[in-house]
């Protein structure tokens, strides 16, 4: 399948904005301490939701999907081993971790390896479950954690607020003997969601979001019901994707007090945000001005996941836009293809110096990863003439449906076969059509 993208058209109209894949992940992992039957609502059609699924029924659970509705019934895990074929799946599977060795004593995973953007190491994961009582070793390609008395309550002090790493704790920590104190946790909105999802079925979770995390052991968790938080990357590519083409779009179910370093930067840009406390509306000038700096970093910073959308969108505003990535060391592949649609960009280790051009030419490209992808479609958006993208597997991790949400905003974004033949009952792609459609 492809992308093929007639730019130049304003995004125009109002979407509903889809369920957090970085929160739905986690959560999933952790129905596994639920020991019945847990319902989460407002989980997003993924690949890597679906990757996640897959897992949780190779290690024993039974798993239903209902459009936006997942059940997980964990009474009866049989497994503390996820095979390298379904751990390579999805680099972000080292979320099981916790939830494995917490429900098992053991868990058996073999090692994620780099991915796309990276190297992306996990030694806080495996050094926080050793200060948790873990034994842990490394062999043959593979994590083996032996805990066969159980976890118990430790202080930890991240030398980075990882996100996976704090959630690995929190999901580890949440039946352990005694009390847990992460020091330099990550603040992500993801993190509090976990949190109150974990609270909700019977932890005891406090300061999430603040950076210091005390997690009190308790015996148990009982199944629940839970909503995940909107998606803040999908809702920050979309506002991106309608400034950039002088648009104005209304997001609906989002939570705007997240996206803030987002909407600071669109403002210098030169567009108008209006938020209430569950919808946000975007106005964009005819042409966008540059950005003086932005800077990835841990929340409450601007985002890392938004960094590539952001510089598609810069290519074409007037003057110079400086990118420093500071979070993942690999992460400005897209642009080379960005420039193949005519703009402007150099890129010196961590920085990338953007020169505006005042038009983006359509283009052939190909998505390197999932947010360099999203970049890609922006461009295509944006620019005169048809773009064809290919690659679109990597879009499919972590956005939904993303050509039913465009064409809504009146985009003509269509995916087809790469011979040109729509597959408007998606028959190729039967993992993408268990959900309602989103632009609605
Ligand atoms: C999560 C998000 C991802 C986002 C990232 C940063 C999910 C599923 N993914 O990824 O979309 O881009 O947060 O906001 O939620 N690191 C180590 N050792 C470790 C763990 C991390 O050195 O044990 C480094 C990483 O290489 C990276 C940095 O810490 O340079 C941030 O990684 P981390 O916050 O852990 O990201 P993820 O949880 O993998």
Same mark, same amino acid.
């Given at each position: 399948m492809i992308y093929e993208i007639n730019g130049g058209r304003p995004l125009r109209g109002e979407c509903r904005v889809q369920g957090s894949k970085n929160s739905a992940l986690p959560i999933l992992a952790c129905?596994?301490?639920?020991g019945g039957e847990t319902v989460i609502r407002n989980c997003p059609v993924l690949s890597d939701v679906e990757a996640t699924l897959r897992i949780l029924r190779h290690l024993g659970c039974r798993v239903k999907r209902e459009g936006h509705i997942v059940t997980v019934d964990s009474t009866a895990v049989t497994s503390d081993e996820i095979p390298d074929v379904l751990m390579r799946e999805m680099r #972000? #599977?080292?979320?099981f971790l916790g939830a494995i060795l917490a429900r098992n004593g053991s868990a058996t995973l073999s090692t994620p390896g780099g991915c796309e953007i990276g190297l992306r190491p996990i030694d806080l994961h495996l050094d926080a479950m050793r200060r948790l009582g873990a034994q842990v070793r490394e062999e043959f390609g593979r994590i083996v954690c032996e805990a066969p008395n159980g976890l118990t309550g430790a202080n930890i002090s991240l030398s980075f607020p990882s996100v996976g790493a704090t959630e690995n704790i929190m999901i580890a920590a949440a039946c352990a003997k005694g009390v847990t104190r992460i020091a330099n946790a990550a603040r992500e909105p993801e993190i509090s969601d976990l949190a109150d999802f974990l609270n909700s079925c019977g932890a005891r979770i406090a300061g999430? =979001?603040?950076g210091s995390v005390t997690v009190e052991g308790v015996p148990r968790l009982h199944p629940t019901e839970h909503t995940v938080i909107p998606d803040r990357i999908v809702a920050a590519t979309y506002m991106a994707a309608a400034a950039v083409t002088g648009g104005a779009i209304r997001l609906r #179910?989002?939570?705007?007090?997240?996206l803030g370093p987002e909407i600071a930067v669109l403002e210098e840009a030169g567009c108008r945000i209006e938020s209430d406390c569950r919808n946000l509306r975007l106005t964009a000038p005819k042409r966008l001005s540059g950005v003086k700096m932005i800077r990835t970093m841990p929340?409450? =910073?601007?985002p890392t996941d938004i960094q590539a959308p952001f510089a598609a969108m810069l290519t074409a505003a007037e003057g110079t836009s400086v990118i420093i990535e500071?979070?993942?060391?690999? *992460?400005? /592949?897209?642009i080379g293809e960005l420039v193949r649609f005519g703009a402007r960009i150099r890129v010196d280790g961590r920085m990338a110096v953007i020169d505006g051009v005042e038009k983006l030419y359509g283009a052939n490209v190909v998505m390197p990863d999932l947010r360099g992808g999203a970049a890609l479609m922006i461009a295509g958006l944006a620019a005169e003439g048809t773009t064809r993208i290919s690659g679109v597997r990597h879009i499919d991790r972590g956005y939904e449906t993303p050509e039913q949400v465009l064409s809504g905003l009146s985009a003509d974004v269509k995916r087809i076969e790469?011979? =040109? /033949?729509?597959d408007p009952e998606q028959q190729s792609e039967?993992? *993408? *059509?268990q959900g309602e459609p989103l632009a609605r």
């Open positions: 129905t596994l301490l639920c #972000s #599977s080292v979320i999430a =979001g603040e #179910s989002i939570i705007p007090a997240h929340y409450p =910073g601007f500071t979070i993942f060391e690999n *992460r400005y /592949k897209y790469e011979d =040109g /033949k729509t039967p993992h *993408r *059509r």
